[in-house]
């Protein structure tokens, strides 16, 4: 049972019809195997970035497809409603590309970008740290400038695609100022000194290597960083809003799959003599996680048509996140309760769901710090921008 979706163009709407045909002939038929064995499926996203999937939100320029971020935030429901590790690592490629897509040279953005977001380089994002996860002003990893090049040294946790990338996106101390004193450089897997642990062992997304990368005297060229020495935490900060809204998409569509799955159950399951979708009790429950599931959309969505317009979105798009999560939280274990006994083996996929959709309520930001985000926006009465859409 799709979505529903009002798209912008023709293109979109091939677009959403190329993602499905993809989910159902390249996804589908792998996923509960390489979740099962824990088995990261590389080749999927060259697959993805050759049919356009990866750049989706970047400048035609750079090798993107130039669409708005609803669009490509409705690209990564869809993906999720079948597999939501591969949803989060193009939401986590996407966060990976983005500082060197805003912020750097017109010569960098034409030297690498093209090959990541045509899928053929694999992104990694390195902000936190051991000890320095909600706050990464409190980051500890070094690098220190000799000659022509910065020489990093240091640690960070919880690295999506970690030991799979092709390239790194690393923050790291360049002075001791807390707020300035953070760069953002483009490491290369080859770098030598640049190791990976061996992947965490997760309660879900297990087909998505998740790892603790370690950086050793690795030596990275003056040209491979973006942006200015003391903006990587500006920059930091602004990847993570995309992000948020990134996950705020593969939630939803998560959710959405979890309904599916039980709508299709509750109508073959009969008690009592009738298919128990028509039992009252059970009825309301999907109601509400279809509400909650359209909720989380229109929540996020609205984030996107700011960010879109070229308005301050950061309070909108911890909305996005919070709302999307925690509804998938609900509908995902709502989902479980459903099939009943059947929800809690492992030959259904809802209680994939469910252990999936845990994790997103604690990456990009725990939900705990989302409420800080918007607490403290509210405090300082942001808002009340005025826009007339589709004026210049």
């Known amino acids: 049972m799709p979505a529903t979706r009002a798209l912008p163009t023709e293109e979109a709407v091939e677009l959403i019809q190329l993602t499905r045909a993809l989910a159902a002939k390249e996804l589908a038929p792998r996923v509960a195997d390489a979740e099962a064995d824990g088995t990261f499926p590389r080749d999927v996203f060259r697959t993805l970035g050759r049919s356009g999937l990866l750049g989706l939100p970047f400048a035609e320029e750079d090798g993107g497809a130039n669409q708005p971020y609803g669009v490509y935030l409705q690209v990564l429901e869809e993906v999720a409603a079948v597999w939501s590790s591969v949803a989060v690592g193009i939401s986590v490629h996407a966060l990976s590309c983005f500082p060197l897509a805003r912020f750097g040279t017109e010569e960098q953005r034409r030297r690498w970008l093209p090959d990541m977001l ?8 390195c902000l936190s740290e051991p000890h320095a996860g909600s706050d990464p002003a409190a980051m500890l990893t070094r690098a220190v400038r000799e000659g022509g090049d910065y020489v990093l040294n240091g640690t960070k946790a919880w690295t999506t695609h970690g030991g799979y990338a092709d390239f790194y996106t690393v923050m790291a101390r360049t002075s001791d100022d807390r707020a300035h004193g953070i760069s953002c450089f483009l490491v290369p897997a080859d770098a030598p000194g640049l190791s990976a642990d061996p992947p965490e062992r997760k309660m879900g997304l297990t087909g998505s290597a998740t790892a603790t990368m370690r950086l050793e005297d690795v030596r990275v060229p003056v040209e491979r960083r973006i942006g200015e020495e003391g903006q990587g935490l500006k920059i930091a900060l602004a990847s993570l809003d995309c992000g948020r809204l990134g996950i705020s998409a593969v ?4 959710a959405q799959g979890a309904l599916d ?4 159950y509750a109508r073959e399951r009969e008690t009592f ?4 979708i028509e039992h009252q009790g059970l009825a309301f429950v999907l109601a509400d996680m279809g509400a909650a599931i359209e909720s ?27 709302v999307a999560t925690d509804n998938a939280m609900k509908v995902t274990t709502d989902a479980v309760q459903v099939l009943g006994g059947y929800g809690y083996t492992r030959d259904f996929p809802v209680e994939r769901y469910m252990r999936e959709a845990k994790v997103m309520q604690i990456f990009e930001g725990t939900n705990q710090i989302q409420r800080m985000i918007i607490s403290r926006a509210l405090d300082r009465d942001e808002g ?5 859409l589709g004026k210049e």
């Not at 939630?251 to 998560?254: I, P, V």
């Not at 003599?273 to 128990?276: A, R």
């Not at 009340?384 to 007339?388: D, F, I, K, S």
């Open 118 to 125: 045509g899928g053929e380089l694999l992104g990694a994002y």
């Open 261 to 264: 799955h039980a709508v299709r």
């Open 296 to 322: 989380a959309r229109a929540t996020a969505l609205s984030a996107a048509r700011l960010k879109d317009l070229g308005l301050p979105f950061t309070r909108e798009a911890s909305i996005a996140k919070l």
């Open 273 to 276: 003599g009738k298919p128990i």
């Open 251 to 254: 939630a939803t569509g998560l």
């Open 384 to 388: 009340g921008v005025l826009t007339v």
